[in-house]
């Protein structure tokens, strides 16, 4: 496994060593005592999560006030820009956010540590994106920042208006949410 630092040195892409010929592929995904080893991090995952998604859907930008989230995101059916934001306040890179080109063909993977909020946009007809978390689902601490903040100023590469759930419409701007210290 490769370990790549983004601009937010926290938040890491993850290169799998893939082993293929003509009949398929192999890699190891997740390797506990490498992911330790070469980043530092130790983590210990309590949920995965698997969702699917059409073209143009926008989910985000999510994270739980309580029971924070660190995620280890990865797209194994398309194509999907995934971004991750610092939104702890005592931060040097507070505000701040990131992004890479999760993909099946690429095989990366995300690394976000909690204290960030996470969103990703579908840029292939569908995706299925796998994510492990260190903090299971605690729906009444889940806040939303909203995926088009002018003080953010994502670029989310859009082609078109973006699909959101009820619930991402109804999130705050950054200045107005709930963050960590």
């Known amino acids: 496994m490769e370990i790549q630092k983004t601009q937010i040195p926290e938040v890491l892409i993850l290169k799998p060593k893939v082993f293929g010929d003509d009949r398929g592929f192999f890699f190891e995904s ?7 080893e070469q980043t530092g991090v130790n983590v210990d995952f309590v949920q995965d999560n698997h ?8 989910r985000g930008l999510h994270y739980q ?23 702890r306040r005592s931060s040097p890179t507070f505000g701040q956010w990131v992004s890479c080109i999760l993909s099946a063909h690429n095989k990366q993977q995300l690394w976000i540590p909690a204290g960030f909020a996470h ?10 994106v796998l994510y492990k978390t260190t903090d299971y689902y605690a ?3 889940e806040r939303s920042i909203l995926w088009d903040d002018p003080d953010l ?22 200045k107005d949410a709930d963050l960590y210290d």
């Open 139 to 141: 729906p009444q601490h």
């Open 153 to 174: 100023g994502i670029d989310w590469q859009t082609s078109s208006e973006p699909i959101l759930s009820g619930k991402d419409q109804q999130g705050k701007y950054l």
């Open 119 to 128: 969103g990703f946009y579908v840029r292939s007809q569908v995706a299925e």
């Open 65 to 87: 006030i309580q029971n924070a989230q660190g995620k280890l995101v990865r797209t194994i059916v398309g194509e999907i820009l995934d971004v991750a934001i610092d939104i």
């Open 30 to 36: 997740f390797n506990q005592k490498q992911f330790q």
């Open 51 to 58: 969702s699917r998604s059409q073209q143009h859907v926008l």
